[in-house]
């Protein structure tokens, strides 16, 4: 534990709000729950008299703050009907697949963004409570679109930055959204808004040219005199952690097991995601299918381990997908499996991040098919443990990850067959292909790592200057649009 610790009840330079505290509750008391953000952060927040404000994952009362590794940790209580319809309900059924292109229909409901209101408004109390004077404040994500403009009416002291971790979505779509302007004047809170990439970016700023009285020019949005920088700053990996990780002789020992457990002679093909609809696992279990129909690939020369790490277990559309998930597993593994052998090998639990980097150092290709996806961090975790440059990623274009991850195997995950016919092709690669091209995706992974991202991030919202009074514009200046 670092000796600067935040003593309890000090201001913080530096706040954190998400929706998430970086901490999660095990059997013996609070753990930090792995990810790059949070290890991305924490250094700057241990320097910096951070503060973390966020939820705690369970639905309670009051739950007083504390230390944890050497982080201030100021929980936001949310009652049960908070954690429905605000996080479950607005959150993931109405912002979550309307900002993934529509791939589930978005659902509208006013007794949805009632509850958004409010607990964007209570994380805003909470965070101007914890904020020292002129402190930094990041905020995180689209359950908090809210809060920079709630907290710039606070404390026009502050400086605010909001990043977006998924899509910001093209004008046709969000334009649905009945609570459009309300968003878009909540994000204006914010002194830099971030988004993965410069096509979330440039969505944003013709949105507010389009529904708001301000005006943006470039990358700079002019707000009642206030200038609102908007940018992408794409977010990565902590390249070196993963790197190590592959090198230990344990996770190489594992990885060895792993290849033996599943047959020395078999193409190992590999899918980590989130059991969740916009990532495409349906769609690469369909591919699989059509492969092995076409009879020129069988079970003894190729097999799919799939993890999916439960996720939002009680939202219909996961239920869903999940079903749909097993139900194509069980096909495809009944049609084509033999005893002792099966093409598909399913794992619904997360992995801890040691046992995954295994995986990753185990597996031949990387099926990594998104519909639609604001980074995807699993594409570069994946080049990362590759240290002998083997080893193709499958990618789909419709990842933030493919704007970078140039020299990967795009596909198309809609395109059933094409997708079918680009991961034989996978298969298929010689050496030297796959090294020319692991090469230079590893160089890119490690070029720009997670820490990288949070310094240009912090970079840039140092240099923007505070709102002042004129600041408050945005949030006092509602509008005549449904709430
Ligand atoms: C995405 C979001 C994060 C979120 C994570 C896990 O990556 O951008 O904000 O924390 O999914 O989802 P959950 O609903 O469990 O927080």
Known sequence: MSDEVQIKGEQGELVVVANRLPVHRTDSGWETSPGGLVSALMPILQRRRGVWVGWAGTATSELAAFTHDGL????????????????????????????HDACQQPQFHRHWWRPYVAVNERFAEIAAREAAPGANVLVQDYHLQLVPGMLRQARPDLRIGFFLHIPFPPVELFAQLPWRQRILEGLLGADVVGFQSRNGAQNFIRLVN??????????????????????????????????????DPATIQRAAEIRAELGENRTVMLGVDRLDYTKGIDQRLRALHEILRAGRHTVRDLVLVQVSVPSREKVDEYIEIRERIETLVGHINGEFGDVGKMPVHYLRRSLPLEELVAYYVAADVMLVTPL????????????A??????????????????????????????????????????????????????????????????????DDFTAVLAAAGTGGPAGGAVAAKTTGEKR
Request: proline residues 5%; aromatic residues 10%; neutral net charge.
């Open 72 to 99: 201030y940790n100021v929980p936001v209580p949310l009652s049960e009907e908070e954690v429905r319809d605000y996080y479950e309900g607005f959150s993931n059924s109405t912002l979550w697949p309307l900002y």
């Open 210 to 247: 389009r529904y708001t009285q301000y005006r943006g020019v470039g990358s700079s949005i002019d707000v009642a005199g206030r200038p609102v920088q908007v940018r992408e700053f794409p977010i990565s990996i902590d390249y070196t952690n993963i790197d190590r990780l592959a090198a």
């Open 372 to 383: 639609r996806d604001g980074m995807n961090l699993v594409a570069k975790e994946y080049c």
């Open 385 to 454: 443990s590759r240290r002998d440059d083997t080893g193709v990623l499958v990618l789909s274009e419709f990842t933030g990850s493919a704007n970078e991850l140039e020299r990967a195997v795009l596909v198309n995950p809609h395109d059933i067959d094409g997708m079918a016919a680009t991961i034989e092709r996978a298969i298929a690669m010689p050496r030297a292909e796959q090294v020319r091209r692991m090469r230079s995706l590893r160089q890119r992974v490690r070029r720009r790592t997670v820490y990288d991202w949070a």
